[in-house]
């Protein structure tokens, strides 16, 4: 059975489509994962529209959905999600932080009530099971598969959650949002990351960027090829570009890091990465 993944949405923060976002895309964070018989969702930014409209095309009726975080950029594109609205679907929603909170029921139900959003929650018709877990915890999708999923908390506001999904010896690490201490590898991130074969990182800002963007909650494509580096990785996809960040921007980005390690590509919306 395949493990592969499609980039459905590459960009933090804010969608922006534009003439000068072509080549890597507008939408913001999600991705379509496919392990074996198991499909997983790893966030819900504005990407999850038009994946939405492919799932239904490809007749794909269930899905595990990983969210990150719930900062809008993560989770805005889930009311429009066309799938969630009908009743022969069924998804299975998942946080790791938002206890707290009152829980990611509460949390999607809140961006979907008026005066804000005229749609409610309760008009998705699809079956929908909400959990709450500890971002550090580990768990199989589902409970008897073969599909393992470790977590760890990241350095987000508000907090943020990590993913490692392992299938049939070969594995990908999610990480997106978190900020990193110039000059300390982050010790809970290469833990999760160690040997992956993809390594999906917030790659927000360049490491000159950074100086005047400490505590907003991101990290670097410097920083990301030096944990790649120290934990093994076989390959690291830069993620989360900041809207700023036009193609040619994107273009030198993509240049300088593969001249510093040869294992890492910039991410593009509709990317697919087959991993077995």
Known sequence: MSFKL????????????????????????????????????????????????????????????????VHWDHINGFPFFSPAFHKDWSF?????????????????????????FPVPLEAMRSTMTYEDFDAGDSFNLPADSKVKIRTAPLNHPDGATGYRIEYQGKSLCYVTDTEHVPGKPDETILGLIEGTNLFIYDCTYTDKEFERKRGWGHSTWEEAVRLAQAANVESLAIFHHDPDHEDRFMERVESQARQIWSGAFVAREHMRVNLL
């Open 92 to 116: 299975h929603i998942m946080a790791g932080h938002l206890a707290k909170f009152g829980g990611i029921r509460n949390v999607l139900a809140g961006q979907m009530t008026t005066p804000t």
């Open 6 to 69: 499609k980039f459905w949405g590459v960009r933090g923060s804010i969608a922006c489509p534009s003439p000068n976002h072509i080549a890597f895309g507008g939408n913001t964070s999600c991705i379509e994962v496919s392990a074996g018989g198991t499909r997983i969702i790893l966030d819900a930014g504005t990407g999850i529209r038009n994946m939405g409209h492919w799932l239904q095309r490809k007749n794909v009726t269930e899905a595990t959905v990983l969210l990150s975080h």
